[in-house]
């Protein structure tokens, strides 16, 4: 089941765009989990020039789902999200689909992670020369290289933390400047 927390930045949002952004993005519970409840949040921005973006962000136990896109039309932006998002969803059930059949994995889907992860932006602040104007705290999740990779150009991101499963201790994996992925592993 999805809730959806909808705000705008120099648009107001109406009732009809909230009940247009709510049908469409609806359609995404047919790939989760029906007892679970999700948080969509969703921001929808108006810019000067007759532009209009919208963003969303669906975290899932396995999975954030991060989604935007930009038109002159605020319900294709909808539209164009939506189909996005599918597309992120079902690549990444294929792929642990494929992985769990290749490991022997069974009831993969049961597995329950608690989702803790949480975003906060902090106004800016100088620390020792430097302007922090964002701070995100993350939980990490325990998966493999290869799923962090996935996770990481779902998202768009150079980088991407992640708990190693297998040793339990943060890493990171980032695209190169040639294109290829490299995993920075941290010691116990």
Excluded: C, W
């Amino acid at each position: 089941m999805l809730e959806f927390k909808v705000r705008g930045e120099n648009i107001e949002v109406t009732d009809a765009m909230t009940e247009y952004i709510e049908k469409r993005l609806s359609r995404l519970e047919r790939y989760l989990n029906d007892d679970a409840k999700y948080v969509a949040h969703v921001n929808v921005r108006s810019y000067k020039e007759g532009t209009f973006k919208t963003e969303v962000t669906i975290q899932l136990p396995y999975l954030l789902l991060r989604a935007e896109d930009t038109q002159s039309d605020m319900y294709q932006t909808v539209d164009f999200v939506s189909e996005k998002l599918e597309r992120q969803i079902r690549k990444y059930k294929t792929k642990v689909n494929r992985k769990s059949r290749e490991k022997g994995y069974k009831g993969i889907e049961q597995l329950d992670f608690a989702v803790e992860e949480q975003v906060e932006e902090a106004e800016a602040e100088e620390a020792a020369g430097l302007d922090i104007v964002r701070t995100k705290h993350v939980a990490l999740k325990p998966m493999d290289a290869e799923e962090a990779v996935l996770q990481m150009e779902l998202l768009g991101h150079e980088f991407f933390i992640f708990q190693d499963a297998e040793t339990n201790t943060p890493a990171v994996v980032y695209k190169r400047r040639d294109g290829k992925y490299a995993l920075l592993d941290t010691e116990a």
